[in-house]
């Protein structure tokens, strides 16, 4: 069983930054594809960026691309997601998930998730 805790959500003007990390429990942190969705208010959950078990590969969605940068540290058990340049538009939830599975193609059936974070960007 994992246990996922995101923090670091908060109001930020346009054009700025937030730091996010996702806390996670139990071991083997390192066998876990680790993932970053959001959803905004009246909208479907959707995909933001990806990182391998490892690190060594990341994937992301086009819409923050060259914005945000997803890591992880895996001696920590946790995951980040920097974020740069933000919009009104990237206003949501922001959820951590976790799956054994790296799998670019298919980012549906997460093993665990978190509760999320509430990230509020003002125009």
């Known amino acids: 069983q994992v246990q996922l805790v995101e923090s670091g959500g908060g109001l930020v003007q346009a054009g700025g930054s937030l730091r996010l990390s996702c806390a996670a429990s139990?071991?083997?942190?390192?066998?876990?594809?680790m993932h970053w969705f959001r959803q905004a208010p009246g909208k479907e959950r959707e995909f933001v960026p990806a990182?391998?078990?490892?690190?060594?590969?990341?994937d992301y969605a086009d819409s923050v691309k060259g914005r945000f940068t997803i890591s992880r540290d895996n001696a920590q058990n946790q995951v980040y997601l920097q974020m740069d340049n933000l919009k009104p538009e990237d206003t949501a939830v922001y959820y951590c998930?976790?799956?054994?599975?790296?799998?670019?193609?298919?980012?549906?059936?997460?093993?665990?998730w978190g509760k999320g974070t509430l990230v509020t960007v003002s125009s």
């Open positions: 990182i391998s078990g490892r690190g060594f590969s990341t």
């Open positions: 998930a976790a799956r054994r599975t790296w799998d670019r193609a298919d980012y549906n059936g997460m093993d665990y």
């Open positions: 139990g071991r083997a942190f390192s066998i876990y594809a």
